[in-house]
């Protein structure tokens, strides 16, 4: 196992309402960033957090925000949810040489 | 052009035949690669690095080609359990922001 756990693992929102999703990364990774999968794709980098800080970030709306923590746990949270916000949500912890360990996924469902 | 680009398939094939995928990227200045699997609705797993120099784990090659920009992952005697969408990644470099492909989708029938 990655040692890398989210939550909740399945949720179901509403266009407008608003989400955050967590993940407890894996113990000594410093480093935790955020994917989003929508079927049939791969996964697309949201935002890269280092220390706290934000260090990167893809090309998704600032609807999309995160934080991390001192432990190194993160949140994503996401408002104004719209439908196309459905979609598997991904947290991954990165190792020494680049490599992502994933946890099992937040699966996000807007009607 | 797309960042990264892969073959989508999905390639079918017998058990015990040899696949190979090839994933292209844009990037030059890429500094290293990796090959990911997923199973259906699950997370990605690390499948292996891709070294300069080729490596090796078992069933699965892993090659990479600098000059032509891709890289690539070959699988002998395939399983039955070798089925899943296998993902390739490429980081940049710097703030290691890795891309990924959309994935090729394998299917292993007896």
């Known amino acids: 196992e990655t040692g890398v756990t989210q939550s909740p693992t399945h949720l179901i929102k509403t266009r407008g309402q608003q989400v955050t999703l967590r993940c407890s990364s894996q113990s000594g990774h410093n480093t935790v960033s955020w994917y989003q999968q929508a079927l049939g794709q791969g996964p697309q980098f949201i935002f890269q957090?280092?220390?706290?800080?934000?260090?990167g970030r893809g090309n998704f709306p600032p609807r999309f925000s995160g934080l991390q923590f001192p432990n190194y746990s993160s949140e994503l949270n996401v408002n104004a949810l719209e439908l196309d916000d459905s979609a598997l949500y991904l947290c991954a912890s990165r190792g020494p040489a680049g490599e992502l360990f994933f946890g099992e996924g937040s699966r996000l469902t807007v009607l | 052009r797309k960042e990264v680009e892969q073959d989508p398939g999905p390639f079918n094939v017998p058990e015990g035949a040899t696949v190979a995928f090839n994933c292209t990227y844009s990037n030059s200045a890429s500094q290293s690669f990796f090959w990911y699997r997923q199973d259906c609705r699950k997370e990605p797993k690390l499948l292996m690095s891709v070294y300069s120099s080729g490596n090796e784990d078992g069933r699965f090659t892993a090659q990479l080609n600098r000059a032509s920009q891709y890289i690539s992952l070959l699988i002998r005697d395939s399983k039955l359990s070798d089925s899943a969408t296998y993902l390739c990644?490429?980081?940049?470099?710097?703030?290691?922001?890795?891309?990924f492909g959309r994935g090729t989708s394998l299917i292993v029938h007896p």
């Open positions: 957090y280092y220390r706290e800080e934000e260090n």
């Open positions: 990644v490429v980081n940049p470099g710097g703030s290691y922001i890795p891309t």
